[in-house]
T-cell receptor
């Protein structure tokens, strides 16, 4: 089965630093998502992306966050100035866009902000 | 505002018995529901889904039931196996918009 690939699997950074989390969605998918899960808490929606623009974003996704699809395959999440509370597992997901089709998730990037 | 609720944070079941995981939602616009299973340090893995035009969907050991009037769905696993031990998330979407996840229920299947 095709997979969503995320790199790196772990990222450690100092507070205030910028980080870029990378994702390669499944090749024929059109909708891309970032979710995060803080340890012990629920999976939270951050942002969805379609047709090279953000289609929806949550309250969490403030000006410190940005997403980009720099080429035909990668989908990135940038956090400009990381905070301690940004420490979480970040999941990328994608789907074709057909109604009723499931989200395919990557295995996640564990971000630790020190 | 929790649109998707899973009120049992954990559940323990004997191997071979039925596991029933529950999920409630508040948004009447939700028309598509999914269950995901998640192991530690891995991404959520899709299990089974149901659309609002159905009240039951079955796939092997997994059956999802939807009660639209009660805004409630449940996942039944029969028979439960130790490998089913994981965190189970209920998710919902409205008209193909983003998927809202519940907080999860940790299932432990005891040998």
């Amino acid at each position: 089965e095709p997979e969503v690939t995320q790199t790196p699997s772990h990222q450690v950074t100092q507070m205030g630093q910028e980080v870029i989390l990378r994702c390669v969605p499944i090749s024929n998918h059109l909708y891309f998502y970032w979710y995060r899960q803080i340890l012990g808490q629920k999976v939270e929606f951050l942002v969805s992306f379609y047709n090279n623009e953000i289609s929806e974003k949550s309250e969490i996704f403030d000006d410190q966050f940005s997403v980009e699809r720099p080429d035909g395959s990668n989908f990135t999440l940038k956090i400009r100035s990381t905070k301690l509370e940004d420490s979480a597992m970040y999941f990328c997901a994608s789907r074709t866009g057909t109604w009723g089709e499931k989200l395919f998730f990557g295995s996640g990037t564990q971000l630790s902000v020190l | 505002d929790q649109q998707v609720k899973q009120n049992s944070p954990s559940l323990s079941v004997q191997e071979g018995r039925i596991s029933i995981l529950n999920c409630d939602y508040t948004n009447s616009m939700f028309d598509y529901f999914l269950w995901y299973k998640k192991y530690p340090a891995e991404g959520p893995t899709f299990l089974i889904s149901i659309s609002s035009i159905k009240d039951k969907n079955e796939d092997g050991r997994f059956t999802v039931f939807l009660n639209k009037s009660a805004k409630h769905l449940s996942l039944h696993i029969v028979p439960s196996q130790p490998g089913d031990s994981a965190v189970y998330f209920c998710a919902a979407s409205a008209s193909g918009q983003n998927f809202v996840f519940g907080p999860g229920t940790r299932l432990s299947v005891l040998p």
